[in-house]
């Protein structure tokens, strides 16, 4: 490891600051990002433009799961370059069917509907449990009705901050669309009580990403799953973050055996290099939908054909669900053996961890000031959580360092007081 850790506390470099600057004076202010700013990348790690190394430790909140420019999806990529990158959907391009193939093996699903970014996939997904519920289920027109769980994180659009329970997310975006049941995640009993004749879907994290790595009791899934099947729901699972790779599965639910009737896929699907997402149905539901009822001009297109396929072909190789399994149960047990005055709960699973900080430790942001200056990219959720979510290529001793420069950074700020 080369990375830089003489650099005096606080310093932001000229260059750094330069281009902070310039991004605040013509940007929105719609994200705080930590001050750094990337310049290259490989694998677990990246340089900034001052030339200092850091291990990312977020991976793109897991859109990085198999690292920075994994030279099989690279070269994907590249190939596709340079023979035809988009069609739109109004022709058919000799990637599609391959694509759709692929991605129908993986998730064992009978079809594939591609889209872009995680929020689109789960929009998708609702549209299609409410056409499934009046086409299939017979719920009397515009009543469909959804159940969603408190702390979720399904992305930005207006219908789904419209069922956030984050007063950041939502307030002054209203008003919102109608149909949606909030119950607290990880309980069956309130979730099952939540549903009506009408209800056409229930939507859900297997494991909370941005509420902090939040992992439901177990036998919660399979409960979910047996309500769904009772009542004749959909279980939309949303494994935009928790998917591919990153719990030490191909997907979360697979840790209970669930299989929920519609997965929703994004962020590692574009193998770090493009936006990717998608669903994946069996024909009964993915069926409801006809031409001209959904899409998207760039869903589907053969440079995110080309790259997903190669992102399958990494995760049918089982080798980054087992990495991350077994170096997921390293950095548990090392974050689960901090001082407990530093470190409160420690949530997650595989390579993914929720750090909460202790009663009277400073504020997770100020912790990740502290690990950026330390050489390791990590971001705070809430006031007192810190999410390390490394790419799957991460190595034991890269992760063993990170730690020992989470301890570090935590005592960094307690003493500084
Ligand atoms: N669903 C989940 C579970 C997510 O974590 C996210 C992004 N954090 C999204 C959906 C939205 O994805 P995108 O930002 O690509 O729209």
Redesign the pocket.
């Known amino acids: 490891m080369t990375q830089t850790t003489d650099r005096p506390a606080s310093a932001v470099t000229p260059t750094t600051e330069h281009e902070l600057e310039r991004a605040e004076a013509h940007s929105a202010h719609n994200y705080h990002p930590l001050p750094v700013v990337v310049a290259e990348a490989e694998g677990a790690w990246v340089t900034d433009v001052d030339g200092k190394r850091y291990l990312d430790m977020l991976a793109g909140?897991?859109a990085l799961n198999f690292g920075h420019r994994h030279p099989a999806l690279v070269e994907a990529a590249k190939q596709q370059l340079d023979r035809v990158t988009l069609t739109s959907r109004a022709f058919q391009h000799d990637g599609f069917a391959a694509f759709c193939e692929d991605l129908s093996r993986l998730t064992g699903k009978q079809a594939v509907l591609p889209m872009n970014?995680?929020?689109?996939?789960?929009e998708t997904a609702l549209k299609l449990a409410r056409k499934w519920g009046y086409d299939v289920k017979g719920v009397p027109a515009d009543t469909a009705h959804i159940v969603v769980a408190g702390e979720n994180?399904?992305?930005?659009t207006i219908a789904i901050v419209g069922f956030s329970t984050d007063p950041d997310a939502r307030d002054g975006f209203g008003p919102f669309a109608p149909g949606f049941t909030v119950v607290p995640y990880g309980d069956a009993e309130a979730l099952a009580a939540a549903i009506t004749p009408s209800t056409v879907g229930v939507l859900l994290?297997p494991v909370q990403?941005?509420a902090g790595v939040v992992v439901p009791p177990k036998g919660y899934l399979t409960a979910v799953r047996d309500i769904c099947t009772r009542e004749r729901v959909l279980m939309l699972a949303?494994e935009?973050?928790?998917g591919l790779g990153r719990t030490g599965h191909t997907f979360a639910c697979d840790a209970e055996g669930v299989v929920p009737d519609v997965y929703?896929m994004?962020?590692a699907l574009g193998g770090g290099i493009l936006?990717v997402?998608g669903i994946a149905a069996d024909r009964d539901v993915m069926d409801v939908l006809h031409p001209g009822q959904h899409g998207s001009t760039f869903g589907g297109n053969p440079l995110a054909c080309a790259v997903a396929r190669a992102v399958i072909a990494l995760l049918e190789t089982g080798e980054p669900q087992a990495r991350s399994r077994e170096l997921g149960e390293h950095l548990h047990a090392r974050l689960r053996a901090l001082p407990s005055d530093l470190v409160g709960e420690v949530r997650g699973v595989g390579l993914w961890a929720g750090v909460q900080l202790a009663d009277g430790m400073p504020r997770a942001r100020l912790v990740c000031e502290r690990l950026l200056e330390r050489g390791v990219l990590a971001k705070d959720t809430h006031e007192h959580t810190i999410r390390l979510a490394p790419p799957l290529v991460v190595t034991r001793e890269e992760l063993d360092w990170a730690v020992d420069q989470l301890e570090a950074a935590i005592l960094d700020d307690a003493s500084r007081g």
Not at 117 to 122: D, L, N, P, W
Not at 153 to 156: A, C, D, L, Q, Y
């Open positions: 909140y897991s970014t995680g929020a689109e996939a789960v994180f399904h992305g930005r994290e990403g941005e949303d935009v973050q928790s929703v994004g962020k936006p997402s």
